[in-house]
């Protein structure tokens, strides 16, 4: 039994590796790298005015970007690819298919998984999400339609979220007779309190973009538009509000605010005060004075 297991585990490793490997590729040959038909997963790296913001596109129409083998090993791909980038200021998770973010886990693939399997894939599952919440740089969710159960686990993962007015979102694995087992549980409670989180997590309760931004669960919501990428735009829009800013503080501030807000207060302190420490020595805080004094745009270069 546990020499099965760790047989699985360790297949799943090795595609997660052959899915790094492939990603690397891909962005070495071309640094700016878009989606094609192949792709279930790709990795961008947008240019000009949108310069220092990364988005992972998630394509995988058949199964309205359910998570199946094959996506989470290339999502894992690209997230294990977009961390190392010091000039990346915000990374952008949104779908391209019409209507769908992420409809959850991939079920038709999993009924296949004897239940020995099904452990070590959801184990995987969870840690790919865990791995998005970790990512240094800020991250922002777009949610431009079905965002249900592992979807909406993934979006949660993320700092920031935007979703348009037509979205629906719900944690409704009760339904099927199993519980929210991408981090749902937790990190929907430190969304929006554990008593709304029961409430939604224990009636499997779906709601539009308007009544998540009235909940909490996303910052934003706004009406669709034709192209049906409101959301998008939205999270565009917000992270062109985040790019000018120092990376390095950027993402010391993640990290005080994201392990700080699991702590006491005088833990949380500690962490803040670790973060300014390694601002401190940064070429990107001699720099933030300087066009200060001299009233000018700074230029940070995450050094």
Not at 236 to 242: G, H, K, M, P, T
């Amino acid at each position: 039994m546990a020499t099965s297991v760790l047989c699985r585990v360790q297949s799943l490793r090795k595609d997660l590796f052959l899915s790094v490997s492939r990603c690397s590729v891909l962005l070495k040959n071309n640094y700016l790298v878009k989606s094609n038909e192949t792709d279930e997963c790709s990795l961008e790296f947008l240019e000009g005015d949108n310069e220092g913001i990364a988005v992972i596109s998630m394509n995988r129409p058949k199964a309205k970007n359910s998570l199946g083998k094959v996506f989470l090993s290339q999502f894992q791909g690209c997230i294990n690819n977009v961390k190392f980038e010091k000039n990346i200021r915000v990374l952008i998770i949104r779908s391209m298919v019409p209507g769908v973010f992420c409809a959850g886990a991939d079920l038709k693939e999993r009924a296949k998984m004897t239940n020995e399997e099904v452990g070590p894939f959801v184990a995987g599952l969870r840690q790919s999400v865990t791995d998005l919440s970790n990512i240094p740089m800020p991250t922002i969710a777009a949610i431009d339609g079905y965002a249900l159960g592992g979807g909406l686990e993934m979006s949660l993962a993320c700092d920031m979220r935007t979703a348009s007015s037509n979205a629906k979102m719900g944690l409704v694995e009760t339904k099927r007779g199993i519980i929210p087992g991408g981090g749902g549980t937790q990190r929907l409670t430190r969304v929006v309190g554990p008593a709304l989180a029961k409430e939604l997590i224990y009636t499997a309760r779906m709601f539009d973009g308007h009544e998540a931004a009235k909940l909490g669960v996303v910052n934003h919501s706004v009406d669709q538009n034709d192209a049906g990428d409101a959301a998008y735009q939205r999270a565009v829009e917000l992270a062109l509000e985040i790019t000018p800013n120092g990376p390095v503080a950027l993402r010391m501030a993640k990290m005080a605010i994201s392990k700080g807000s699991d702590v006491d207060l005088t833990s949380g302190m500690g962490f803040e005060e670790c973060g300014y420490a390694q601002v401190i020595p940064t070429k990107d805080r001699i720099e933030g004075m300087k066009s200060f004094i001299e009233k000018r745009t700074p230029v940070y270069k995450g050094e």
